[in-house]
């Protein structure tokens, strides 16, 4: 028997957003190829929807003296906009996709991408994943060269910017990296970027690897030696589904170039004053999928002893451990392994609710209709809880789903969060509402356990939270090693610069 919340899909889903994911892949041997290389991105396409749901494209290109690219995007998600036929009509040597939301433009056609420009130096396809630090500094740089922007958006600009010659340099013509060094020096924060010419394509990480970006193998099927093209990928989660491997990261700073031959590392940038690498950390906590790999470890793995560590922290009598699923299940099993506690399952999540397009009418929205979850009454009833979340963000979520647990006949909910309090926005590629719109700058512990009805409320320490991620890595004593903590420290990898 399940109970169910009166939250709305749309509480629900006012959270935190992630900015976008990108893809890139290349046949080897002969072209043309047999490999089906647009199908290929699409499927690479659907396991980075999570990153982002409003828009989605491919560009292809054929390779060689073939100077155009077929080019297809649009609002949407991946599967609807790329039916069997049309990725028939995308057939391509080599081709980048991406998956959307907006963070410094708006959600508009005009801004989906890869963005693709026919320069003086050849058609070029650019797919982007963060947020330049210093877009408005580079926006006004590019003005002022004489060349406009139909958009707000920085992956325009670093398109732009990446075409227009350096006043202040020579570079022969086309050459792709010797530009894309150039822009790299201008703008150090935040990007992975898979940039495609005709014949080949550049994956490219800032120099402080704030963005995920890694490349893997792609092998044949009825031949497990042979290679079939070598891919590029903001998440690694989508490679086993075709047929690739995991070979590593793209380092912070490097230009890998990817070709029918395979790939190469083009060079590798510093970071002003060696600072410290700035991986955003909360990409372990919220953003990329549990089966993803980072710096060489399971996502998944850093959300277990995320429990583990919150266990040793804060503690508290109780019957059962259980999460808000799915967000907080993997650190809800960490809680249990460690506590001896068992973790029961207490809330059922209705998958299909977030993806309807009916809205309710007033009527229907009184009787609440619109339900994300349901509480599993005979795994509740009685029972002292645990309830582990990944994060709080606004707070007007976890107050219904106590509620709904309390009505199903919980006795005690104590919450635990499996990540340190949200206090300060981002900047760099993801949408966190403003200071005072954050529950943790407006509440201590206590007073929010009060306001959303637990019994006690605790958060992961930025300690904790570091040590779960590092601990294992195996790196770990690596003095480049560093994450971006700035939503949890205020402490941003570099000066904002407008
Ligand atoms: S501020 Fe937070 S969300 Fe943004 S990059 Fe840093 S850790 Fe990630």
């Not at 797919?127 to 580079?138: P, Q």
């Not at 040590?467 to 994450?483: L, Q, R, T, W």
Request: with cysteine; proline share 4%; glycine share 8%.
């Amino acid at each position: 028997m399940t109970l169910q919340s009166s939250m709305s899909v749309e509480e629900y889903d006012r959270q935190l957003r992630h900015e976008c994911g990108v893809f890139g892949c290349v046949a080897s041997g002969p072209w043309p190829t047999n490999t089906d290389v647009s199908q290929v991105i699409c499927l690479g396409l659907l396991a980075l929807q999570h990153r982002g749901q409003e828009s989605a494209g491919i560009a292809m290109s054929e390779g060689d003296n073939h100077t155009q690219f077929k080019v297809k995007k649009g609002m949407g998600l991946v599967t609807n906009l790329f039916s069997d036929d049309a990725v028939k009509n995308l057939k391509g040597n080599l081709g980048i996709g991406h998956t959307r939301y907006s963070t410094s433009a708006g959600s508009e056609e005009v801004n989906c991408q890869p963005f693709v420009v026919h320069s003086a130096h050849g058609a070029l396809a650019v797919a982007h994943n963060g947020e330049l630090f210093n877009a408005g500094r580079l926006r006004r740089m590019v003005l002022a060269r004489g060349v406009g922007l139909s958009t707000h958006s920085d992956s325009e600009l670093i398109t732009q910017a990446l075409c227009l010659n350096p006043p202040d340099i020579e570079i022969d013509g086309p050459d792709w990296p010797a530009r894309i060094r150039h822009f790299m020096e201008l703008t150090k924060l935040s990007y992975s970027l898979v940039i495609m010419e005709k014949d080949r394509i550049f994956g490219v990480r800032d120099p402080y690897g704030n963005r995920p970006l890694c490349i893997g193998r792609m092998m044949s099927l009825t031949d497990t030696d042979k290679e079939e093209g070598w891919v590029v990928s903001s998440e690694s989660c989508g490679f086993l589904s075709i047929g690739a491997r995991y070979i590593r990261d793209v380092y912070p700073g490097e230009i890998v170039e990817l070709t029918r031959d395979g790939f190469q590392t083009i060079s590798i940038m510093g970071r002003p004053h060696n600072r410290p690498q700035a991986f955003c950390i909360f990409e372990y906590v919220y953003f990329a999928r549990p089966d993803s790999i980072y710096e060489g470890q399971m996502v998944y793995s850093v959300r277990l002893r995320c429990g583990i560590m919150l266990a040793r922290e804060s503690l508290v009598e109780a019957d059962i451990v259980s999460s808000v699923p799915e967000s907080g299940t993997a650190a809800a099993h960490g809680f249990s392994t460690e506590t001896n506690i068992p973790f029961v399952e207490v809330l059922y999540k209705n998958r299909y609710i977030g993806r309807t397009f009916i809205q309710p009418s007033a009527r229907l929205r009184k009787l609440g209709v619109a339900k994300k979850f349901g509480a599993i009454a005979e795994n509740v009833a009685g029972k002292r809880m645990i309830l582990i979340d990944d994060s709080i963000v606004r707070g007007n979520t976890m107050g219904p789903i106590i509620k709904l647990l309390r009505d199903a006949g919980a006795t005690e909910v104590h919450i635990r969060v499996a990540s340190p309090p949200l206090k300060f926005t981002c900047n760099m590629g993801i949408n966190i509402p403003t200071r005072d719109e954050l529950i943790a700058n407006r509440m201590t512990n206590d007073q929010l356990a009060k306001h959303i009805g637990a019994d006690s409320l605790a958060y992961l320490s930025v300690e904790g939270l570091r040590a779960a991620v590092i601990d294992k890595m195996p790196n770990k004593n690596s003095k480049e090693i560093g994450h971006c903590t700035a939503c949890l420290t205020g402490e941003y990898p570099e000066e904002l610069s407008f």
